[in-house]
Nanobody, 118 residues
Framework: QVQLVESGVGLAQPVGSLRLSCAAS????????IGWFRQAPGKEREGVSC????????YYADSVKGRFTITRDNAKNTAWLQMNSLKPEDTAVYYC???????????WGQGTQVTVSS
Protein backbone atom coordinates (compact mmCIF):
# COMPACT_ATOMS: atom_id res chain seq x y z
CA GLN A 1 0.00 0.00 0.00
CA VAL A 2 1.45 3.33 -1.09
CA GLN A 3 1.62 5.86 1.69
CA LEU A 4 3.32 9.17 2.40
CA VAL A 5 3.43 10.23 6.03
CA GLU A 6 4.44 13.74 6.95
CA SER A 7 5.69 14.70 10.36
CA GLY A 8 7.17 17.69 12.15
CA VAL A 9 6.33 20.19 14.82
CA GLY A 10 4.10 22.81 13.25
CA LEU A 11 4.43 25.91 15.43
CA ALA A 12 7.31 28.36 15.45
CA GLN A 13 8.04 31.98 16.21
CA PRO A 14 9.23 34.40 13.53
CA VAL A 15 12.91 33.86 12.64
CA GLY A 16 12.61 30.38 14.16
CA SER A 17 13.13 27.03 12.44
CA LEU A 18 11.11 23.92 11.71
CA ARG A 19 11.88 20.65 9.97
CA LEU A 20 9.27 18.64 8.12
CA SER A 21 9.77 15.06 7.04
CA CYS A 22 7.94 12.93 4.50
CA ALA A 23 8.36 9.16 4.73
CA ALA A 24 7.26 6.99 1.81
CA SER A 25 6.24 3.36 2.01
CA UNK A 26 4.87 0.85 -0.46
CA UNK A 27 7.21 1.89 -3.26
CA UNK A 28 10.86 2.76 -3.88
CA UNK A 29 11.46 6.46 -4.27
CA UNK A 30 14.67 6.31 -6.31
CA UNK A 31 12.95 7.33 -9.57
CA UNK A 32 10.66 9.92 -8.08
CA UNK A 33 11.14 13.65 -7.96
CA ILE A 34 10.07 15.03 -4.60
CA GLY A 35 8.37 18.35 -4.05
CA TRP A 36 7.01 20.38 -1.18
CA PHE A 37 3.95 22.53 -1.72
CA ARG A 38 1.97 24.78 0.58
CA GLN A 39 -1.48 26.28 0.73
CA ALA A 40 -2.36 29.24 2.87
CA PRO A 41 -6.00 30.06 3.76
CA GLY A 42 -7.78 31.60 0.79
CA LYS A 43 -4.83 31.04 -1.54
CA GLU A 44 -3.90 28.59 -4.27
CA ARG A 45 -1.51 25.75 -3.54
CA GLU A 46 2.00 26.81 -4.54
CA GLY A 47 5.25 24.99 -5.12
CA VAL A 48 7.89 25.65 -2.48
CA SER A 49 10.79 23.40 -3.40
CA CYS A 50 11.65 20.23 -5.28
CA UNK A 51 14.57 17.87 -5.69
CA UNK A 52 15.28 15.65 -8.66
CA UNK A 53 15.40 11.87 -8.55
CA UNK A 54 18.85 11.43 -10.06
CA UNK A 55 21.37 14.23 -9.68
CA UNK A 56 19.90 15.93 -6.64
CA UNK A 57 19.26 19.21 -8.39
CA UNK A 58 17.03 21.46 -6.32
CA TYR A 59 14.60 24.27 -6.99
CA TYR A 60 13.25 26.88 -4.59
CA ALA A 61 10.52 29.44 -4.94
CA ASP A 62 11.86 32.97 -4.65
CA SER A 63 9.90 33.47 -1.45
CA VAL A 64 11.87 30.76 0.37
CA LYS A 65 15.23 30.83 -1.39
CA GLY A 66 18.08 31.05 1.08
CA ARG A 67 15.84 30.06 3.99
CA PHE A 68 14.52 26.58 3.13
CA THR A 69 16.51 23.47 2.23
CA ILE A 70 15.13 20.29 0.68
CA THR A 71 16.98 17.00 1.10
CA ARG A 72 16.27 13.34 0.47
CA ASP A 73 17.62 9.95 1.44
CA ASN A 74 16.55 7.27 -1.01
CA ALA A 75 17.82 4.49 1.25
CA LYS A 76 15.35 5.69 3.90
CA ASN A 77 12.60 6.60 1.40
CA THR A 78 12.38 9.92 3.19
CA ALA A 79 12.58 13.61 2.31
CA TRP A 80 12.92 16.65 4.53
CA LEU A 81 12.23 20.35 4.33
CA GLN A 82 14.37 22.41 6.68
CA MET A 83 12.79 25.82 7.18
CA ASN A 84 14.86 28.59 8.77
CA SER A 85 14.27 32.29 9.35
CA LEU A 86 10.55 31.63 9.30
CA LYS A 87 8.13 34.46 8.58
CA PRO A 88 4.43 34.76 9.41
CA GLU A 89 3.71 34.54 5.66
CA ASP A 90 5.13 31.01 5.70
CA THR A 91 2.03 29.94 7.62
CA ALA A 92 0.24 27.32 5.53
CA VAL A 93 -0.53 23.64 5.21
CA TYR A 94 2.52 21.96 3.73
CA TYR A 95 2.27 18.91 1.47
CA CYS A 96 4.94 16.60 0.13
CA UNK A 97 4.61 15.02 -3.28
CA UNK A 98 6.49 12.15 -4.90
CA UNK A 99 6.19 12.17 -8.71
CA UNK A 100 7.46 9.34 -10.87
CA UNK A 101 9.89 10.30 -13.63
CA UNK A 102 8.76 7.35 -15.77
CA UNK A 103 5.06 6.77 -15.11
CA UNK A 104 2.03 8.83 -14.18
CA UNK A 105 2.45 7.89 -10.53
CA UNK A 106 2.10 10.83 -8.16
CA UNK A 107 1.54 10.57 -4.42
CA TRP A 108 0.68 13.22 -1.83
CA GLY A 109 1.26 13.43 1.89
CA GLN A 110 -1.60 14.18 4.25
CA GLY A 111 -0.54 17.77 4.86
CA THR A 112 1.03 19.39 7.91
CA GLN A 113 -0.09 22.69 9.39
CA VAL A 114 2.79 25.12 9.88
CA THR A 115 2.03 28.25 11.88
CA VAL A 116 4.54 31.04 12.35
CA SER A 117 3.40 33.43 15.02
CA SER A 118 4.74 35.34 17.99
Amino acid sequence: QVQLVESGVGLAQPVGSLRLSCAASGFTSDHYAIGWFRQAPGKEREGVSCISSSDGNTYYADSVKGRFTITRDNAKNTAWLQMNSLKPEDTAVYYCNYKSMYTSGSYWGQGTQVTVSS
